[in-house]
């Protein structure tokens, strides 16, 4: 009994060596510095681009002048839902981050399905840069990042068929500055970031790829470690977005407020650390903050219509810190989404740090 509470000591004693030098909770992957022989920390606080093919093709479903629609926020809801607040140690990670976001239902804005026979899917490839300073402002880490994300949707008719979609480059992501703080049982991070309009965009279109509009939009990330040795932690991201008006409309999409947040826990696979499993609850929530304003918007509708999407899953991360290589996906359902559309997200990861 005795060699048993020993051996379970000295494991826990070492995954509280690993998360101290560096968390492998990891939201892209987990990796050695095998000079340092630590783990590195790897989460980055990147969003992707779902509205826009969103809007371009489901925009038929829920009002005549689809331009017109606004459906859901920029940022990919779910992208950073675990370790939300861990920042890499300096150097280079490449990310590539495949989401498939399908939708059968629309909501009307007291949550009612409206009568509406038809699906929505909107699958997106997004190639994630993230580079990690040696240099430190304030005590914490500095990091920049951009996300470049390519997606492909369609929308069909259970009466009609195929209906409309479209492909190709999407609106971009920015993150030119990152604070990343490092505590005895928490990490923090604190970014500004922005959407550039790089994707297809003409209003009334049917394949557009873009939104049409800039969004500017503060981030924070933080995550707690609820055990001694750090296995067991609760991580939580937000996300403000600031849009712009639309080009060609004038239209001002209103504000959003997105919050991802999960419960983890990490279970070394191998006694010498080599491969790391993480697993847990996970979600996510959009909420609409400010009318939208604009030529042809009734403000009275716009006031009663804002969307509100919330979502519920589970996530899995595979890390091969001596590789320097991970894994991981996600599975997300979502449920009493009020003016806007429902369904379900899932989200596959790899990543490799330089």
């Known amino acids: 009994m005795r060699m048993k509470n020993r051996g379970k000591l000295r494991s826990e004693r070492r995954l509280l060596k690993t998360r101290d030098r560096g968390s492998p909770l990891i939201n892209i992957g987990g ?3 095998e000079k340092k022989g630590n783990l590195m920390r790897e989460n980055i606080s990147l969003g992707s681009i779902i509205s826009a093919g969103l809007l371009a093709v ?3 479903f829920v009002a005549p002048e689809q331009v017109k629609a606004q459906v859901r926020g920029v940022y990919t809801p779910g992208f950073n839902a675990t370790n939300s607040g861990v920042m890499p140690e300096p150097g280079l990670t490449y990310a590539n981050t495949f989401m498939d976001y399908s939708f059968n239902q ?3 804005p007291n949550g009612e399905r409206l009568n509406v026979n038809g699906t929505a899917s909107v699958f997106v490839d997004a190639n994630v840069f993230l580079y990690v300073s040696k240099k430190k402002i304030l005590g914490a880490n500095y990091a920049l990042g951009a ?3 390519v997606s492909n949707s369609a929308i069909e008719s259970v009466t009609l068929g195929a209906l409309a979609g479209g492909g190709g480059f999407s609106d971009s992501f920015y993150q030119p500055i990152t604070l990343g703080w490092h505590f005895k049982r928490a990490d ?4 500004y970031a922005f959407f550039a309009p790089t994707g297809r965009f003409t209003p009334g279109a049917t ?6 509009h800039w969004t500017n939009a503060p981030t924070a990330g933080e995550t707690i470690y609820l055990t001694k040795n750090k296995g067991t932690a609760f991580s939580a991201y937000q996300m403000y977005e600031f849009h712009t008006n639309q080009k060609g409309t004038s239209l001002h999409p209103g504000q959003t407020f997105d919050l991802d947040y999960s419960l983890t826990q990490i279970l070394p696979l191998q006694k010498d650390m080599h491969t790391l499993l993480q697993v847990g609850l996970i979600g996510y929530g959009q909420y609409q903050t400010t009318d939208k304003t604009g030529p042809g918007v009734n403000p009275t509708v716009a006031a009663n219509t804002h969307y509100r999407v919330n979502a519920l899953g589970a996530a899995a991360n595979i ?5 320097k290589v991970s894994l991981g996906f996600k599975y997300l359902k979502e449920f009493s989404n009020k003016s806007t559309v429902q369904g379900y997200s899932i ?4 990543a490799i740090t330089f």
């Open 31 to 33: 990796v050695r510095d």
């Open 58 to 60: 489901f925009c038929a």
């Open 106 to 108: 629309v909501k009307g």
């Open 147 to 149: 996300g470049l994300p």
């Open 188 to 191: 923090i991070q604190a970014a």
């Open 207 to 212: 394949n557009n790829t873009g939104t049409g």
């Open 319 to 323: 890390i091969l810190p001596v590789r």
């Open 347 to 350: 989200q596959i990861t790899g």
